[in-house]
């Protein structure tokens, strides 16, 4: 969320509409929902190498693998 | 506040123009004097509205979208190649500098944009220096100067360049935006100011994601990546479909506005090539009777020559037959066999009683013998006439009765020659009134447009069911991928991954989905809200309704589209409540400005028009370019109590001189 209210006052308007529905659809998912505000704010800044960002970011977030097992 | 949060309430409280095309240096204020934040500028044509239009254009992104025509003009005028931004009557070594400047008020602070460009008199066609800066408050209420992508950030932010159309257009916008706007062009206006962007490109990017984490996953067994390859083509062939779907939707949006548009303009037409295909048949039909006429003519002629000498004879015939018919009243006819009374005479004896003639009797039947012989003569001589007689007689009323039937023909024809005749010139004369071959033209594009729609729409039934296909194939193969990943305990990392990230993109593509209708719904509420609010007749509307490509549709209350049906000034005033609904919708509460607002609105709806203005300026500032036309006796009667301020521009010796009204 740092980075989003770094951002020029309309972004900061318009993400957090965005992000409020991104919660809302990640049902309580943290780890789901952290990834997503992450790569938000890099898409707002705009200004990123996007491929190197979002799998540090990937790597980063989804530590709690039991979630994802059969 | 709008449906995203905060909003942004800013009006223009300053423009500086100096040396910019026309203008020498002017400064025109924008100060709230009344409850309407309204401002007028007033001048003729060529007097430099369009030209303060693109000054402001040209400051905040360095564009002067509107600059053609007056270009073009002036060429052809001047027959120069370019004309100089900077006023080429001004400009000397002393004075070489063309500054625009806006001056902004956003919650009593000022926001300053600034554009400079310095020019050596000797080369005007291009600048030596070049300067753009914002110069803005700072937290602690401190001035800064922000250039470069600092500065166009802050352009952006209160005047995105994607949607200045909705900020600073001329009235020929709000009249052909039907005409001129496609699904496209208005999504891609909504996604930007809504910030949609961001989420498109986190789904690209995402999507982008998994592919490469997939790549990964191959790496574990030929099995994964045969599976992954398949993946891979589908995906390009899914790609390329769905490219393909957009492709044709745009070109099925243009299909429809343009069907609309020929439409619109055929309304209150005449169907021309309909009458003229009736006229065409007409003529036909005429040609055919005059032949007709001329073949009954040449049957009658042939007619009367071949009974010629019948005729000559015939009052001879009548008059023989006349006779023949007295003679016979006379009993003259048959002719008395005198035989038979010369010897009735000879043996004095009756032969029909056997008595002897007396002699009373003898002398009367001497005495009609006598008369007999006179008459008998003639009478012998017609009696073996009258059969040719009769038979001639007759075959004279043939005649008669032929020649009367061909003269009812040729009546009958005349008279049928005669009304199609008229029907003819009244369908001259209705197509007298109208431009027929314009009026061709709009069928002919109307009806290619028809069939352009209509392919499009067979084309696109055929790529959604490809879709629906490859999709299908898709879910597939990604069962089949994760199966395969499954069972390589290696992958198991890789697999988890791609189903987070997936999950991920779910999320993503919902909350796209949400945000859009959201923000549609909202803007197609506050549209119908608006229109009906500043309508000044509500006529035989229900309501307005936006679909989900954002055409605008008005639906009549027997609930039928008919937004074909809006005079030109109801199409303006809907455009502009949905300007005024998506600004209010994203935010973006900015000042519009429009040039020639009521130049394309009939003379009855101009005041009506106008009124809507006073409406709407009790919560936006509005800053309005009429030429004197324009600004009637109606119109500023009005506006005279409500308008903050007025200027005038006056074009004096080539130059743009600014009047307070």
Request: proline share 2%; aromatic share 8%; glycine share 4%.
């Amino acid at each position: 969320m740092q980075n989003i209210e770094c951002c020029d006052k309309m972004a900061s308007t318009s993400t957090i509409r965005i992000l409020e529905d991104l919660r809302k659809n990640c049902q309580e998912d943290k780890n789901l929902q952290l990834f997503l505000e992450a790569i938000l704010s890099e898409e707002i800044k705009g200004k990123h190498r996007w491929r190197e960002y979002y799998k540090k970011t990937l790597d980063e977030f989804i530590g709690d693998w039991d979630r994802y097992e059969d | 506040m709008n449906l995203l949060g905060i909003g942004i309430d800013m009006r223009i409280e300053k423009i500086y123009i100096k040396n910019y095309s026309r203008f020498n240096e002017i400064e025109l204020s924008f100060p709230k004097n009344s409850d309407n934040d309204l401002h007028f500028i007033i001048g003729k044509n060529g007097s430099g509205k369009t030209d303060f239009l693109n000054a402001i254009n040209w400051c905040l992104y360095e564009t002067e979208p509107h600059k053609t025509k007056r270009k073009s003009k002036l060429d052809s005028k001047d027959g120069r190649e370019k004309l100089p931004r900077i006023n080429v009557y001004t400009v000397d070594s002393d004075n070489n500098n063309l500054i625009v400047e806006i001056w902004l008020e956003d919650n009593n602070e000022y926001i300053i944009f600034h554009r400079k460009e310095v020019y050596d008199v000797k080369n005007l066609s291009h600048p030596i220096e070049k300067e753009f800066y914002v110069d803005i408050p700072d937290e602690k209420g401190n001035r800064k100067i922000l250039t470069d992508d600092d500065a166009n950030l802050v352009v952006s932010q209160y005047f995105p360049e994607a949607i200045s159309e909705y900020f600073f257009f001329d009235g020929e916008r709000l009249d052909r935006y039907f005409q001129i706007a496609t699904s496209k062009d208005i999504n891609h206006e909504i996604f930007t100011i809504s910030y949609i962007n961001a989420l498109e490109q986190m789904k690209d990017h995402t999507e982008l994601l998994i592919k490469d984490i997939e790549k990964e996953g191959g790496k574990f067994s030929a099995n994964i990546e045969e599976i992954r390859e398949k993946q891979e083509e589908n995906l390009t062939k899914l790609e390329d479909i769905s490219e393909r779907i957009e492709e044709t939707n745009e070109q099925l949006e243009i299909a429809k506005k343009k069907v609309s548009e020929y439409h619109s303009l055929l309304k209150n037409q005449l169907d021309v090539s309909e009458k003229e295909k009736e006229l065409k048949q007409l003529k036909l039909h005429r040609e055919k009777k005059e032949e007709l006429i001329k073949e009954y003519e040449t049957k009658k002629r042939r007619i009367l020559f071949k009974n010629t000498i019948n005729m000559g004879l015939w009052h001879s015939c009548k008059h023989s037959l006349n006779l023949i018919e007295e003679k016979r009243k006379n009993l003259e006819l048959p002719p008395v066999e005198e035989e038979i009374i010369e010897k009735v005479l000879k043996h004095e004896n009756c032969d029909i009683c056997g008595n002897p003639l007396d002699k009373t009797s003898k002398k009367r039947m001497s005495l009609l013998l006598e008369q007999f012989k006179s008459t008998s003569k003639s009478v012998k001589l017609l009696e073996p006439m009258e059969k040719p007689l009769n038979k001639f007689n007759l075959k004279i009323n043939d005649f008669k009765e032929n020649l009367d039937d061909i003269n009812n023909l040729i009546k009958d024809s005349n008279n049928d020659y005669d009304f199609i005749d008229s029907q003819i010139s009244a369908i001259n004369n209705e197509l007298g009134g109208y431009n027929v071959e314009e009026i061709k033209k709009w069928h002919l594009e109307r009806n290619k447009f028809e069939k352009i729609r209509d392919q499009n729409l067979i084309s696109l039934g055929h790529l959604e069911s490809n879709e629906k296909s490859l999709k299908q194939k898709k879910e597939k193969l990604e069962k089949e991928f994760d199966q395969a990943l499954k069972e390589n305990k290696k992958a198991n990392e890789t697999r988890k991954k791609i189903q987070f990230v997936n999950k991920a993109l779910n999320v993503i593509l919902t909350s796209k989905e949400n945000i859009m209708n959201e923000t549609r719904i909202e803007i197609g509420k506050e549209t119908n809200k608006l229109f009906f609010e500043l309508l000044w007749d509500e006529g035989n509307y229900k309501k307005i309704i936006i679909d989900k490509n954002y055409n605008l549709g008005v639906i009549h209350e027997h609930d039928y589209e008919c937004l074909d049906d809006l005079s030109a000034a109801q199409r303006e005033l809907l455009v502009l409540s949905f300007t005024l609904a998506l600004h209010k919708i994203s935010g973006y509460e900015a000042p519009i400005l429009i040039d020639t607002p009521v130049a394309r609105i009939s003379d009855d709806n101009r005041t009506n028009f106008a009124n809507t203005f006073l409406d709407v300026t009790k919560n936006k500032q509005i800053i309005l370019l009429f030429t004197p036309n324009e600004y009637s006796i109606e119109i500023k009667d009005l506006f005279e109590d409500n308008v903050s301020n007025k200027y005038e521009f006056k074009k004096i010796d080539k130059i743009t001189e600014l009047g307070v009204l």
